[in-house]
């Protein structure tokens, strides 16, 4: 058994600690809380299991470190907080665990990452022996993994493109929905993650992945935007009212040109409710899906939708983010220290999972 920390207790720490739990080579030894209201509070409990597992949480970075964890799931943001978040895990990489995380977006292509975040990673691995993985659904394994899967299968490709169609209402994450992307916010309010180059920032690292995979050069990343106005204002369960005349949708590309022409395509399609932007693609059910596009010969659509924590559609996301890392764990302890991306790391059977249900 890998003895494994989760670190953070968010919305992907809630899910990474039932995935840990549930993980058949894996035993979860610690859990990291910043909140002093967690500390001492059962896993289970923070993890929304309906049963204690006996792991009382604790904000002591060191005794927990210093107890030399084989693995870790660093589920802590890095969207406000990058150079924390580097940090703690250059920390943990150190003491020599292998560390897997969503928080680090330039880390996602880590061969072409800025050499101030590349570089004290990799001086970590060769001090402390461990390793880093970062991935997540989208960024992540909904434009990398799955569309170049699906590639395999056409005779002709076109046009790969990977969509994320959702209805934000959903999202528990007030201040990125409102504030790093702008809902509810008058349209001349920019949002930091709608501003020129930082959607290629976040996925341009994927669209580099999938040229390599596919053995293409890119010419160049283009972007795309526009943002939709909400006629009347709506209220939603979790984040309250979106005033009518406020950022009520946005639709943007992010596009790999090949030969002059736009190849590979990641586009994001969000709404804060479904009345906004109606002549815009919606997901089938009118709540959230991730969709791959393959257009050629044959034309291949595949569309993933995930629900969890009650149906909650951007709960299952963060869940499939988690499956895909907390996967990867024991392979990565296998494999020499290092710094790896999806290309890399294969996404395998959930093998010894199958019916099997934690006592």
């Keep these: 058994m890998i003895p494994t920390v989760v670190w953070g207790t968010g919305n992907v720490g809630r899910a990474a600690i039932r995935a840990v739990e549930a993980h058949p080579a894996l035993t979860l030894t610690a859990v990291l809380v910043h909140d002093p209201a967690k500390v001492g509070r059962d896993a289970g409990e923070l993890g929304g299991l309906e049963r204690t597992l006996g792991v009382a949480a604790t904000d002591d970075i060191a005794a927990v470190l210093a107890a030399g964890p084989r693995a870790v799931v660093y589920a802590a943001s890095g969207d406000i907080r990058p150079d924390d978040a580097l940090a703690d895990i250059g920390r943990a990489i150190r003491a020599g665990a292998v560390v897997v995380t969503p928080s680090l977006y330039p880390l996602y292509d880590q061969r072409n990452a800025p050499p101030e975040l590349r570089d004290p990673v990799l001086a970590a691995v060769a001090?402390?022996?461990?390793s880093?993985?970062?991935?997540g659904v989208d960024p992540g394994w909904g434009n990398d993994v799955l569309p170049l899967l699906v590639s395999g299968l056409g005779t002709e490709v076109d046009v790969i493109r990977c969509q994320e169609i959702f209805d934000y209402s959903t999202y528990e994450q007030e201040d990125s929905v409102r504030h790093l992307i702008g809902m509810g916010h008058p349209m001349d309010y920019q949002p930091l993650m709608l501003a020129e180059s930082v959607p290629t920032m976040v996925w341009g690292g994927q669209i580099r992945l999938m040229a390599r995979a596919l053995g293409v050069e890119l010419d160049e990343i283009r972007e795309t935007m526009d943002r939709r106005?909400?006629?009347?204002?709506?209220?939603?369960?979790?984040?309250g009212e979106f005033a009518a005349?406020?950022?009520?949708?946005?639709r943007f590309e992010v596009q790999g040109i090949v030969g002059g022409e736009p190849r590979i395509v990641i586009e994001h399609i969000t709404r804060i409710h479904a009345s906004c932007a109606p002549d815009w693609p919606s997901p089938p059910d009118g709540v959230g899906a991730h969709r791959v596009v393959i257009e050629g010969r044959p034309r291949i659509e595949v569309t993933v939708e995930a629900s969890d924590e009650g149906e909650n559609r951007s709960a299952g996301g963060n869940a499939t983010a988690v499956g895909r890392l907390v996967s990867a764990i024991d392979w990565l302890v296998d494999a020499k220290p290092g710094l790896y991306d999806a290309l890399d790391v294969p996404l395998r059977p959930a093998v010894g999972r199958l019916g099997r249900r934690p006592a």
Excluded: I, P
């Design 127 to 130: 001090e402390g022996g461990g």
């Design 229 to 239: 106005v909400l006629d009347t204002a709506v209220t939603t369960r979790t984040m």
């Design 132 to 135: 880093l993985f970062v991935s």
């Design 245 to 250: 005349g406020t950022q009520g949708a946005v």
